[in-house]
């Protein structure tokens, strides 16, 4: 068994509600941020590969475009845009043409902050 893993990344602007204060805030802003997508199985025995990394950047491609220069607060189904939920939208956005996927991680490095979703069956 095998994992292939393949990143990209995507900047993107958001709000969030923050209640870390006394008072609650909400500004724009935005993040760098880098997503890793796996993939888990076995090699094809013809072509010795778990996924065609060529094939494998296409569908990520939807997913990267998708978040890649946008105002997360309208990706539609994208809820808050918290590392939690950009890790499960990357996921949904996937699942049906991913086979094999495993993981989704979502990381703001420049914070040393990331989360890693597993899938609804994890």
């Not at 010795?48 to 569908?59: A, K, P, Q, S, T």
């Not at 475009?65 to 189904?77: I, N, P, S, T």
Request: glycine letters at 10%.
């Amino acid at each position: 068994m095998f994992e292939l893993t393949k990143q990209f990344r995507f900047d993107a602007a958001h709000t969030l509600n923050r209640y870390i204060d006394v008072e609650p805030s909400r500004r724009i802003h935005g993040h760098s941020y880098r997503a890793a997508v796996t993939v888990r199985g076995k090699p094809d025995p013809e072509s010795g590969m778990v996924i065609d990394l060529g094939l494998f950047e296409r569908i990520l491609a939807e997913a990267r475009d998708g978040l890649d220069h946008r105002f997360l607060d309208e990706v539609a189904d994208l809820g808050p845009a918290t590392l939690e939920n950009l890790s499960v939208w990357i996921w949904k956005t996937l699942a049906d043409r991913c086979p094999g996927l495993a993981q989704v991680g979502v990381y703001r490095d420049s914070e040393g902050d990331g989360c890693v979703y597993y899938g609804p069956d994890a």
